[in-house]
């Protein structure tokens, strides 16, 4: 089945820097990647998305890169403010499948 | 409009009881997720319903767990002789369909057995 492995596990970056957060999945056949943003004790919610027949996305400051050869994606955020502090998570699911299969997690902080 | 919602918000039980976990998706949705999200962790699938019906139960970890959907909208995910393993929060997702859209999460069920 599909694995996905997301690094790094916690990252700390100045306010105003970005961030990349990167995500390799194992299966061939996965054509969706979602990231989610989950704040402490709050539910995950989705920042943004990409589908396998674009290479790129980007929704003001964030932004997603998809390379489907090397089965890897990274989410970049830039300018970062404090309120970017949070998890995020990458997921992927598979054509026909419709189960998103996580990745681990990355604890972003944004440092004022 | 209301989102996802789940009840209980938190759940104390010992183990070995029984104990019935509810999701509200949002109204319209046909599809309808449920994950386990064990600390530190993301959230690993349990569970898919289109409408009714289970569309994929390969999550379910062994025949304790098992998820009702039965009138399209409301759905019950039951553990039966709960172990202390079983402690996770219990998150619930729809979508509009199943072709790979956005998935809403609700707030999910601290679920604790002691």
């Known amino acids: 089945g599909e694995n996905v492995e997301q690094h790094p596990s916690t990252l700390s970056v100045q306010e105003g820097d970005s961030a990349v957060i990167k995500c390799t999945y194992s299966?061939?056949?996965?054509?969706?990647f979602p990231w989610y943003k989950q704040e402490l004790g709050k539910r995950p919610q989705l920042i943004i998305d990409?589908?396998?027949?674009?290479g790129e996305k980007k929704d003001q400051r964030i932004a997603v890169t998809l390379n489907k050869t090397a089965k890897h994606f990274s989410l970049h955020i830039t300018e970062t403010q404090p309120e970017d502090s949070a998890v995020y998570f990458c997921?992927?699911?598979?054509?026909?499948?419709?189960?998103?299969?996580f990745g681990q997690g990355t604890r972003l902080t944004i440092n004022p | 409009g209301a989102g996802v919602s789940q009840t209980p918000s938190n759940k104390v039980t010992e183990k070995g009881k029984y104990v019935e976990l509810r999701c509200d998706p949002i109204?319209?949705?046909?599809?309808l997720y449920w994950y386990r999200q064990s600390l530190g962790q993301g959230p690993e699938f349990l569970i898919y319903f289109q409408g009714t019906g289970a569309a994929d139960d390969s999550g379910l970890p062994n025949d304790r767990f098992f998820a009702v959907r039965p009138e399209g909208s409301v759905s019950t995910l039951k553990i039966q002789r709960t172990e202390r393993g079983d402690s996770a929060v219990y998150l619930c997702?729809?979508?509009?369909?199943?072709?790979?859209?956005?998935?809403?999460f609700g707030p999910g069920t601290r679920l604790t057995v002691l």
């Open positions: 997921a992927a699911s598979r054509v026909g499948a419709q189960k998103l299969v």
């Open positions: 109204s319209g949705h046909t599809a």
């Open positions: 990409i589908r396998s027949n674009v």
């Open positions: 997702a729809s979508s509009l369909t199943g072709q790979n859209n956005e998935q809403f």
């Open positions: 299966d061939s056949a996965s054509n969706y």
